[in-house]
């Protein structure tokens, strides 16, 4: 494993300043995955943290298929699902305490069930851990950013003055990222507003050591006398929510009896267990007016704030740094022109609001304002839920929005019957490769661009999307997908093959009419090919030129 490189010590002719290619604040699960990510693509980044180490309290407390498959990329699976609790559900409990719905969904996308509870903290820790591995990469710890100046997209980069001690810095860089919370000075530097709302309603988070209870699912308690929730941890750790009434002093609502009798009221059991902290939050349903000026991006908290009730928060930062961090370093290594980066705001914004209202409908059920209220709608889910396509639709959660872009960096496809559009995140399925070994389908694309072709793929067609890639300085591997229906002839060609065990792949590309797809460095589908089809050729190469600036849209 390399060492981390000591930026502080890189050389600095005299007169010059220090100079990172990306610097990052905040280091935080978003600042140091995107961290991370950069490393797998080989940029230098510096994480600036004004704290002396990582948070140590536990914050969020769910992950997603997408996150965990982040994490895949990152190099880091191996390490984090230890301490994963995979595949957990939610039990909704009347206000008569009668369970009236579950959620326990069973597929499994991205390669990982679609729900899964974790520990902030360890996560962040073995993040912070992971950069070790990248030569060029560093984290400052107990250094603040006081003020930054950015020169513009045709100057010298974005200038940083930082606080460390009594000591100040003064280093350089061509981007700067700004993961540094929902309070960000950088935001804020830039004067850029949030829109939305404040919940009314604040909530108690109570975190506990131990459980004796092996039930693995949350419970959460739609009971207008008291809103809570029950989050069962990896470790044998435990939460617990309890919504605040409007009028009641949070101080007060502290007080370590008060807690244990709510805790009693839910799970005689968890009330003598060891409390490791209790904590006041207020929700809030906001997002940046922009995510870019010049130079300077938002990413995580900084752009978006989401209330809990759908454990999307962190996960929505995840998916901004895996947005982020192939953009920027196609555009750092002079690969793809500095518009690049305008198509993460466009692609990214529209999906973390739509994950930001899902969040708030299941607030608002979560928290009946009266037993009428709570009778009304928990009254009607049950009824529809004797119907089996809405009983699937919540059950295994269908109603989470895809992970789709609109417009974006992206050849728009013309089959309607697509499965998979264009613009949106290609499923992992288990692939077998010779000799009969399965892996996941991430595992053999490598970090770069990914091309999957069928074994009736049009090789000029082919060929024209490698050139168009390699024209751009882009790395783009080949693999040959063979059919479910078909087994491994003798390959003597430079690519290795996978067989589409499930039929999976194959499904998706001929509900598009195609017979080859490229997928970005974050696996969304960035064209599908088509025999004959020279217009998706042409299309690819415009979006590529270097000086393309037009965004695409989904027809």
Request: proline share 7%.
């Amino acid at each position: 494993m390399n060492a981390p490189l000591p930026l502080s010590a890189v050389p600095v002719l005299p007169g010059q300043q220090q100079h990172v290619p990306v610097v990052i604040v905040g280091a935080g699960p978003t600042g140091l995955m995107l961290a991370n990510l950069l490393g797998m693509q080989g940029v230098e980044v510096l994480v600036i943290e004004r704290n002396t180490s990582t948070v140590g309290e536990p914050r969020a407390v769910t992950i997603d298929d997408e996150s965990l498959r982040t994490v895949q990329a990152t190099g880091l699976i191996t390490e984090v699902l230890p301490h994963v609790v995979q595949g957990y559900g939610v039990h909704y409990y009347s206000w008569r305490n009668k369970v009236f719905a579950r959620i326990e969904p069973q597929a499994m996308e991205h390669g990982f069930p679609k729900r899964n509870a974790f520990r902030q903290q360890v996560l962040v820790g073995q993040l912070r851990d992971g950069l070790q591995r990248f030569a060029g990469s560093a984290i400052w710890f107990g250094h603040e950013l006081v003020k930054f100046h950015d020169d513009g997209e045709n100057g010298n980069g974005v200038q940083l003055e930082l606080r460390h001690g009594g000591e100040t810095k003064h280093i350089r860089c061509d981007w700067l990222v700004a993961c540094d919370g929902g309070r960000s000075g950088v935001r804020e530097q830039l004067g850029i507003q949030l829109t939305g709302s404040t919940y009314d309603e604040k909530w108690l988070i109570v975190d506990l050591l131990e459980r004796n209870s092996a039930f693995r699912h949350t419970r959460t308690y739609c009971d207008p006398a008291r809103p809570a929730i029950r989050l069962p941890g990896p470790d044998g750790t435990l939460r617990y929510e309890f919504m605040l009434h409007e009028g009641e002093d949070p101080d007060e609502m502290l007080d370590e009896a008060r807690v244990r009798a709510w805790i009693h009221a839910r799970e005689p059991a968890d009330a003598q267990l060891p409390i490791t902290r209790k904590v006041v939050y207020a929700f809030h349903a906001r997002v940046a007016g922009r995510w870019k000026a010049g130079r300077v991006l938002l990413a995580g908290d900084a752009a978006h704030l989401t209330p809990p009730f759908a454990g999307q928060g962190m996960n929505s930062g995840v998916r901004d740094a895996a947005n982020l961090a192939w953009k920027l370093a196609a555009v750092v290594k002079g690969r793809l022109p500095a518009s690049l980066l305008d198509s993460y705001e466009t692609e990214r914004k529209p999906h973390a609001w739509s994950l930001i209202q899902m969040a708030v409908r299941i607030g608002t059920f979560m928290q009946p304002k009266s037993v009428p209220a709570a009778m009304l709608t928990q009254g009607a889910l049950k009824l529809f839920s004797v119907f089996p396509p809405v009983r699937d639709y919540v059950l295994q959660l269908k109603f989470k929005p895809k992970p789709r872009f609109f417009e974006g960096f992206f050849v728009p496809g013309h089959a309607a019957a697509a499965r998979v559009p264009a613009g949106q995140l290609l499923p992992q399925p288990q692939v077998e490769l010779p000799g009969g070994a399965q892996a996941a389908l991430d595992d053999l694309l490598g970090s770069g661009f990914a091309l999957l072709s069928l074994a009736d793929a049009e090789g000029s067609t082919v060929a024209a999307a490698q050139a168009a890639l390699a024209a751009a300085g882009l790395d783009c591997r080949h693999i040959p997908v063979v059919a479910q229906s078909d087994d491994f002839l003798p390959h003597t060609g430079p690519d290795a093959s996978l067989r589409d065990c499930g039929g999976t792949l194959e499904a998706i590309l001929r509900s598009a009419g195609a017979q080859a797809v490229l997928l970005r460095p974050d696996r969304y589908v960035l064209a599908y090919l088509c025999r004959g089809d020279g217009q998706s050729i042409a299309q690819l190469r415009q979006l590529l030129q270097p000086h393309s600036t037009s965004i695409p849209q989904a027809a």
